[in-house]
């Protein structure tokens, strides 16, 4: 099995901040990566595929890089909203696929 | 508009049965693989499995293997979650999710989520 892991697992930042997560596969998943946020009580939506690719009507502050097995999410400038937890998620295994355990993110 | 709802929630006994949906609408259900995903309260996402309706091919996590079933109808477009004995470890809320035909392989549209909740 793919095993995933993110750090850190919380963070609190101000809005304005540059905020990084990082995601690391067990092994090379090439850019087999995906990245949701999920706000408390919702659904998770899709941010970024591909390690790098934003989804469409997500905001251009939100970034993604990476290849093989570390990657990396980056909000250039948090904004309130952005109160979530992030997940990362590889689908090199497809059809089966693994969440990262999540990095929940708090404004100051 | 692409639409996945899912059934309402539900309160079981241990050892009940259970059987949890999910609808497809606005897209051509039998082409596209559904997964279901699990979350504890306060926890994080769990993978558990996948299924392709326009053949039934179905893939479980090592986790949730022999624990759950997941099976379609294509002549109503839903998807099935189901449990023959559940435990209080099951209380969490399931979520469908289509996913993608092709690279990178996202889940890109999603299910409100069903709450399940297992108790004596």
């Known amino acids: 099995d793919i095993q995933m892991t993110q750090s850190p697992s919380s963070l609190s930042a101000s809005v304005g901040d540059r905020v990084t997560i990082t995601c690391r596969a067990s092994?090379?998943?090439?850019?087999?990566l995906n990245w949701y946020q999920q706000k408390p009580g919702k659904a998770p939506n899709l941010l970024i595929y591909?390690?790098?690719i934003l989804q469409s009507g997500v905001p251009s502050r939100f970034s993604g890089s990476g290849s093989g097995t570390d990657f990396t999410l980056t909000i250039s400038s948090l904004l309130p909203e952005d109160l979530a937890t992030y997940y990362c998620?590889?689908?090199?295994?497809?059809?089966?696929?693994?969440f990262g355990p999540g990095t929940k993110v708090y404004i100051k | 508009e692409v639409q996945l709802v899912q059934s309402g929630a539900e309160l079981k006994k241990p050892g009940e049965s259970l059987k949890i949906s999910c609808r497809g609408s606005?897209?051509?259900?039998?082409?596209?693989?559904i997964g279901w995903v699990r979350q504890v309260p306060g926890k994080g996402l769990e993978w558990m499995g996948i299924?392709?309706?326009?053949?039934?091919?179905?893939r479980y996590s090592p986790s949730f293997q022999g624990q759950v079933t997941i099976s379609t109808d294509e002549s109503i477009s839903t998807a099935y979650l189901q449990w023959s004995s559940l435990k209080a470890s099951d209380t969490a809320i399931y979520y469908c999710?289509?996913?993608?035909?092709?690279?990178?392989?996202?889940?890109?549209?999603w299910g409100q989520g069903t709450l399940v909740t297992v108790s004596s």
């Open positions: 999710a289509t996913r993608s035909p092709g690279y990178p392989y996202y889940f890109d549209f």
């Open positions: 606005g897209y051509s259900f039998t082409t596209y693989w």
């Open positions: 299924v392709y309706p326009g053949d039934s091919d179905t």
């Open positions: 092994q090379n998943i090439n850019t087999y």
């Open positions: 591909g390690a790098s």
């Open positions: 998620q590889q689908t090199y295994s497809n059809p089966l696929s693994a």
